[in-house]
């Protein structure tokens, strides 16, 4: 059986970003969330605060590693398999890559080691400004990366010369029409993500019978923070839904499962798509909803994929939309059950601590699952009208590439297992909350830092 590299390609590339997704999404928020306990402490002088800084500055700190090595990781596939997509567009995206590196990581990789470990080594004043620059420089560069990704799939600001592109203004490359949309969304997907980790690990405390002054704080902080963030979430997504008609028609009518040009189109909650018959075998609809939802009116117009000369596989757009989706509709139905039982100091109830709890990395799936939607919904295209994904495949042999896929597939796997085993395992340990002194329980946490530090 003859090998498709391409195939393989991107089956590799779809592993990495799937793994690589995961990090950023609980860094990015878990920083500033970080300093909201460092501020807390500072104002209140209470170490319960402290304790739950130390606890998940452990969890940034393992999430930051990782994902700093499957980010490399990534990288180097656009040399090895997909060398087209810096020979057209490097111009562009070489130097972004280049700003994410200058002014987000080495300010992330420089101040993370006072973060760490410099509490009563340093300033108080020094320590908290660490974990100011760490959690800025997690944004930062989130920035520069989706620039690039926005760039991809609005991109705008350049001119095409010898079949290389070359910016024309920096300012349209970098706010690009999709942009703003696509940042707000997945920072609010990382402040959900980080906000379902800390409530979660903190649920997991509580059915261990560990009602800490740290673990409730922090149970209160990730609540309230998805509560506050969920719909935030549902109007960025809508904002952003209206952006993808405009600039890509196409992914939008996959990710609503619409064949036809129609008005007053239904909304397709669940359905079969069937590209060879180009029809949805099975179909579950709410008459004129989506027409209302997309254009604000009943008898709207939603142009269907038949309509388009090429568009995105569908099934795969369809349902990781769907699944999106249903996770953020859970999510609020659990953290505002969660606020409300929270503000009226009712008693936390098992199941909503066990929900909590298997909600733990529920953010991580869906921000997978809306990458899913944005990356295969802008198929076949690697950067939007300009270069196919095809194009940029490189000279790679089948063989090399499922050698190579076999190899992240199994490291990936047992990464994920280890980092979530490790999590748990780090939150059911009796230092995390406990009946320790608060003070002792601080230098203790500082201590085991230290220790860790010097064995590197």
Known sequence: MELDPFLLSRIQFAANITFHIMFPSITIA???????????????????????????????????????????????????????????????AGPLLAYEVLTAFFLEATFLGIMLFGFRRVPDWLHTLATILV????????????????????????????????????????????????????????????????????????????RAAAVMKALKTGVYLAAILIPLQMFAGHEHGLNTKEYQPAKLAAMEGAWETRRGAPLVLFALPDESER????????PYLASLVVTHELDGEIRGLNEFETHPPVAPVFFAFRLMVGIGLLMLAVSWLGSYLLLRDRALPEYWLLALVGMTFMGCVATVAGWYVTEIGRQPWLVHGVLTVHDALGP???????STLLVYLGIYAFLTVAFIATLFYMAG????????????????????????????
């Open 30 to 92: 878990m920083g500033w969330i970080l300093l909201f306990f460092k501020v807390r402490y500072n104002i209140t002088r209470d170490q319960a605060w402290m304790q739950a800084y130390f606890f998940f500055t452990k969890v940034f700190a393992l999430s930051f590693a990782v994902g700093v090595v499957s980010g490399v990781t990534m990288s180097f596939q656009f040399g090895t398999n997909w060398p087209g997509f810096m020979l057209t567009v490097g111009n562009i």
């Open 135 to 210: 959690a800025l420089g997690t944004t930062a560069s989130a920035f520069w990366i989706l620039v690039l990704n926005s760039w991809m799939h609005t991109p705008a600001g350049f001119e095409m010369i010898d079949g290389q592109a070359h910016v024309t203004s920096w300012m349209e490359v970098i706010f690009n029409p999709s942009m703003p949309y696509r940042l707000t969304h997945m920072l609010l997907a990382s402040g959900l993500t980080a906000s379902f980790l800390v409530a979660g690990l903190s649920a997991f405390r509580i059915l261990r019978d560990d």
């Open 279 to 286: 029809a949805n075998d099975f179909a579950l609809e709410i």
């Open 396 to 402: 790679v042999s089948g063989g090399m590439v499922l």
């Open 429 to 456: 340990k009796a230092g995390y909350g406990g009946e320790r002194d608060p003070e002792r329980q601080a230098m203790v946490g500082e201590e085991r830092m230290t220790v860790i530090g010097a064995a590197e």
